[in-house]
């Protein structure tokens, strides 16, 4: 995991125009934004993200702030583009699938390692509380920058992270797993 000296060489790099600073932002945080928008609009992450991306590369000349506000600033373009992503699907008849094609590559690795057992697990929580335990716990952002993505108060942000975590840890397939693990 870069640090914020890493990020922030690369920001300024990339907003100087330097196509190696953006890949290391992108390498730094596209795990995050997918993770993210995985679990707040399903299988259509990967079209949300890249439209984020193409958002930042469109508006990076405008931005103005260190990593933590870089970090903010994209999970809020992600959100915006997730809630796109659920209106165009809402307006949208989804045809029925194939069956005949094959997972992509960021598919196949959100799914090695339990990421996408996890995921499902936040997923099934209320949606203000899997957002916000999704920008806090895996984004990693504090609870004022998650606050302005999510148009709420810091109080309310850390009560949805609260109640997100101890539904979650309640849930019967953790609770499974965890004593297995005292074993």
């Not at 079209?47 to 931005?63: C, K, N, Y």
């Amino acid at each position: 995991m870069p640090t914020d000296r890493d990020l922030a060489d690369a920001l300024r790099a990339a907003q100087d125009g330097d196509a190696a600073g953006f890949a290391a932002l992108w390498r730094a945080l596209q795990p995050a934004v997918l993770r993210y928008l995985r679990v707040v609009i399903g299988d259509r992450a990967e079209d949300a993200a890249s439209e984020t991306w193409l958002q930042v590369i469109r508006d990076l000349h405008r931005f103005h702030g260190g990593p933590a506000d870089f970090r903010g600033w994209l999970f809020r373009i992600a959100r915006h583009r997730g809630i796109d992503e659920r209106r165009r699907r809402a307006a949208t008849p989804t045809p029925a699938p194939d069956g005949g094609t094959a997972p992509d590559a960021a598919t196949q690795a959100l799914e090695d390692g339990g990421t996408a057992w996890a995921l499902e697990l936040v997923a099934t929580l209320p949606p203000d509380q899997a957002e916000a335990v999704m920008l806090r716990v895996v984004a990693g952002l504090d609870v004022a920058t998650t606050a302005r993505i999510l148009g709420k108060r810091p109080g309310a942000v850390r009560i949805a992270t609260m109640r997100g975590l101890r539904r979650l840890a309640s849930n019967p397939q953790i609770t499974r797993l965890l004593a297995r693990e005292e074993v």
